[in-house]
């Protein structure tokens, strides 16, 4: 078993966390889940797994915590739930860890040089069952597993990522798969509660600042900061709606989207149009009516 304390923050995730938890096969000491008053039978299913984990040696503790976003959240968890081993990690409860990956980590981590304080992931979507392999989509490059206390979570509204605070980190081989079971209209509500998280990112940080971001992105992962870079340099410097037109061009045909089949044509003109559409025309509205944006709280779903 490695030395290892895997944090997840819920929300009504009864249908995610039990295949989030099994995907680790045994190999994590302990597991912390952060809360935010959940409806749905979630604090019921962690106890039924924390008695099942107890059987092999693991434990899985519960905490509850009002949510503001999910910067302050994670390192909410990081930092007041007595983490006590050597390793941490950040896992969605959407989210599971392919098998390669969970013996990945059970053989690698722990024999890591000591210079070594964060492991990078890569993670594939699934979108109604299929991997969507093209698009741009395939792997997202994640620092997901640190020494404990030498990461955090950076204080972004919106696309935030795990920074190390020190040291360097190496990339593992195996994959880490996002596989969210909820429905379509789940889908489409959480983005358009992103949307608004979106513009109000946006208004927060005014144009300087996106183009001199560089103290942060110095510690994000090379792809990680070359998209930060490429949208706020790149995608916010082109009129309004256009620019929404020419990214799903640019993911759905540029970089074979289309070869992710019906699936992968839900998923790319949604998340590559609609929605990046949707956030422009909240833009437009916001500065239209001369309106800003409060804090947006958790999704409901």
């Known amino acids: ?8 923050i819920t929300k009504n995730e009864e249908s995610n966390l039990r295949k989030c938890i099994e995907s680790f096969r045994g190999i994590a000491k302990r597991f912390v889940i952060v809360d935010s008053y959940s409806t749905d039978g979630t604090e019921h ?15 899985l503790d519960f905490y509850q915590n009002e949510f503001v976003d999910h910067a302050t959240q994670l390192n909410w968890g990081f930092a007041n739930t007595n983490i006590n081993t050597e390793w941490s990690m950040r896992i969605d409860a959407d989210e599971e860890l392919m098998e390669d990956l969970a013996d990945e980590i059970n053989n690698k981590l722990m024999d890591l040089a000591r210079d070594v304080n964060g492991v990078v992931l890569r993670r594939r979507v699934y979108f109604m069952g299929r991997w969507i392999k093209h698009g741009g989509r395939y792997p997202e490059l994640l620092l997901r597993i640190f020494r404990t206390g030498k990461a955090a979570c950076e204080q972004k509204i919106m696309d935030e990522h795990m920074v190390l605070l020190e040291g360097k980190s190496i990339e593992f081989k195996y994959d880490l798969i996002d596989n969210n079971t909820k429905d379509l209209e789940w ?12 513009v109000l990112d946006y208004q927060k940080t005014n144009a300087t600042t996106l183009l001199n971001d560089s103290a942060q992105q110095g510690k994000l992962t090379k ?18 709606f256009f620019r929404a037109h020419l990214y799903f061009i640019y993911r759905y045909y540029i970089k074979l989207g289309f070869l992710d089949g019906p699936e992968g044509r839900i998923f790319h003109f949604l998340q590559a149009y609609w929605y990046r559409f949707l956030v422009d025309a909240k833009m437009f509205e916001c500065e239209k009516f001369d309106r800003k944006l409060g804090v947006q709280g958790e999704l409901k779903s």
């Open 1 to 8: 078993m490695v030395d290892l304390t895997v944090v997840i």
């Open 45 to 59: 299913l962690c106890r039924v797994l924390d008695a099942e984990l107890q059987l092999i040696g693991s434990k």
């Open 187 to 198: 889908w489409t509500n959480k983005h358009n509660w992103y949307s608004n998280r979106e």
């Open 223 to 240: 792809q990680a900061k070359m998209k930060r870079v490429v949208k706020n340099k790149g995608y916010y410097g082109m009129p309004k």
